[in-house]
């Protein structure tokens, strides 16, 4: 096997694409306009103060109803001007919240020159897995000019969520937002005074598109694209002189180093739940928040026993809560999310990995007269590799003992460069995974197809049973890698190779989540149900990765599946997308 490659090929790369930049920027890149960095009016940061929209937590039924505009849009959330997609001019994108048994409606249209599709990370779907927006696997895009309306009901499900899109990469341009779901059975709801958001996201100067068709060439020997910053809940500043150092500079004359920081307002005496989602591409981050303990109560939707940590590790696609006391002095401290570029194959000179926001004490000098002065915990960071939080930490609430297995299925991942053209391309088994055009993986299923296109990778799953994924990571990367339609019962993780019998795995109330980081050149060993029928995909959500084939499916009760009433309008798609 062939691995990506080490940072001495950087300087090639980074030629490389240079002339190919020069080339796709001029086609596809519209000239920029001068935006309004410092009162970023595409941002909104009451919407991550939840409770600010009298929103009630009940177990009365209700329907969410939303409309949605997607439309391409230059802006500058850390100083330097790109196009980006947003929803309804917004970035992140709106807020979509909801009570557990609430029926979300979300009409969608598309203003772009390309289809696209929205993924509700975490939703169960159950019944209407055609609602889960991935497209080639269960819709086909929305075509420019036209709308699509997503309608599914969440029973049994709570916590913290996102949405994002499912096309291409469109997602790593702007196209998330959050997504929570309430209920008046959280163990923990009444532990807490007040309920804020913290999405963190890796930043990209250059927009998705040229990237990822560099990525996917011999040219780049398989060196991912490296952040040129990172944001908290879309903003953050950026020395604008490091652009002309970057792994790919843009040359923008539209930027302004003194772009404003997110900043949260606490309360002394106050307890607050803070919601952390990583919606980036690439980037582990390591969250802390100065002098301020983290108790964290909760993981991907599932709620945890409390357990007190200083930096909370969170992977791409992931979701914690932790409970914070606001038990400090009264001043501003620092909130960090530091970006772990031990993950990173090369070093991208114009990154600051350490990305913050500003934690203002009620009664405090304004922040903007006076920045922290707070220092980071004196405990050392995360080892260098790339891990979420140890299975032994986290134990749910309500407690589930994984089920004995009736299957088991080995998945190998691997990044390999065997094609005729030298890329470096990412496979599942032997598999590098292609989306399909104009055709659905679920729609073929609903027809009663049992065989797939080899680049699909689908396994079926006849019958109710518990699956348990051996999944080999034989890559020098770490991989978070995401179930749709399901949470996975994490048993146990190492270096090397699982030996049956021999290496170490929990069944009594293991963890349950729906993304779990695959440790570099090691093994991961999972239990799902497949009581969820429908096509699902199960994919690295690094979004590099993915788009270079390290994804496949599981269709499950396909004889459920022939009889799904999926609308017309939606299989409609596949011949205008």
């Known amino acids: ?42 941002n909104n940061p009451s919407q991550f103060v939840l409770g600010n929209n ?51 409606v979300v009409k969608v249209t598309n203003n772009m020159t390309n289809g696209t599709s929205i993924h509700w990370h975490g939703m169960f779907q159950n019944g209407t897995n055609w609602m889960d927006g991935t497209t080639s696997v269960t819709q086909c895009p929305i075509p420019p000019g036209q709308s699509f309306t997503y309608n599914f ?95 790919f500079p843009t040359g923008s004359k539209n930027c302004s180093s003194n772009a404003p920081l997110s900043v949260f307002e606490f309360k002394q005496g106050l307890k607050y739940r803070i ?77 600051n990995s350490s990305v913050t926001a500003i934690v203002h004490y009620d009664g405090a000098p304004d922040p903007g007269q006076q920045q922290p002065s707070s220092l980071d915990w004196g405990s050392k960071p995360w080892a260098g590799k790339c891990l979420d939080l140890t299975e032994a930490m986290l134990k749910p609430v309500l407690a589930k003992d994984a089920p004995e297995a009736d299957v ?22 032997s598999t590098s995974w292609v989306p399909l055009k104009k055709a659905a993986t679920l729609f073929q299923a609903n027809k009663g197809v049992s065989k797939f296109a080899k680049s699909q990778m689908v396994i079926t799953l006849n019958q109710t049973q518990t699956i348990e994924l051996i999944v080999n990571n034989y890559d020098e990367g770490s991989h978070p890698f995401h179930l749709h339609g399901h949470q996975f019962y994490v048993l146990g993780a190492g270096d090397g190779s699982y030996l049956p019998g021999r290496s170490a795995i929990n069944t009594t109330n293991p963890l349950r989540r729906d993304t779990v980081t695959l440790q570099t050149f090691g093994y991961t060993v999972l239990r799902f149900v497949s009581d969820n029928p429908g096509m699902w995909a199960f994919h690295c959500h690094i979004d590099w990765h993915m788009q270079a084939g390290l994804m496949m499916q599981f269709l499950s009760l396909p004889s459920v599946v022939e009889a799904f009433d999926i609308p017309k309008e939606l299989k409609a798609m596949c011949g205008k997308a």
């Open 1 to 42: 096997m062939m691995t990506r490659a080490s940072s001495a090929r950087a300087l090639f790369a980074r030629a490389a694409f240079t002339l190919f930049a020069a080339i796709v920027f001029l086609s596809t890149i519209p000239a920029p306009t001068l935006g309004q960095s410092s009162s970023q009016p595409w």
């Open 54 to 104: 009298n929103f009630s937590i009940t177990s009365s039924p209700a329907t969410r109803y939303y409309e949605w505009t997607v439309s391409q849009q230059n802006i500058a959330p850390d100083g330097l001007e790109r196009p980006m997609l947003l929803v309804n001019g917004m970035f992140p994108g709106p807020l979509v919240e909801a009570n557990t048994g609430d029926r979300i």
């Open 153 to 247: 009901t969440v029973p049994n499900q709570w916590g913290t969520y996102w949405w994002h899109a499912h096309t291409g990469s469109q997602y790593v341009d702007g196209v998330v937002g959050p997504l929570i779901i309430h209920s008046p059975d959280e163990p923990h709801l009444h532990e807490y005074d007040s309920d804020i958001i913290v999405m963190l996201s890796d930043f990209y100067h250059t927009p998705s598109e040229p990237l990822i068709t560099w990525y996917l060439t011999s040219a780049s020997e398989g060196v991912e694209p490296v952040p040129d910053n990172g944001l908290i809940n879309g903003r953050n500043s950026f020395n604008c002189t490091n652009d002309a150092q970057a792994q």
């Open 275 to 351: 919601r952390l989602i990583n919606s980036g591409n690439f980037a582990d981050f390591q969250f802390s928040i100065d002098n301020h303990t983290l108790s964290v109560i909760e993981a991907d939707g599932v709620d945890m026993q409390p357990v007190d940590v200083q930096r909370i590790p969170i992977h791409v696609a992931q979701r914690y809560s932790a409970i914070v006391q606001a038990n400090q002095a009264v001043q501003s401290y620092w909130m960090r999310a530091t970006m772990n570029t031990n993950c990173f194959n090369v070093v991208n000179p114009a990154l």
């Open 408 to 429: 088991q299925i080995i998945l190998d991942m691997s990044f390999q460069t065997i094609t005729k053209n030298n890329v470096n391309l990412g496979y599942v088994n």
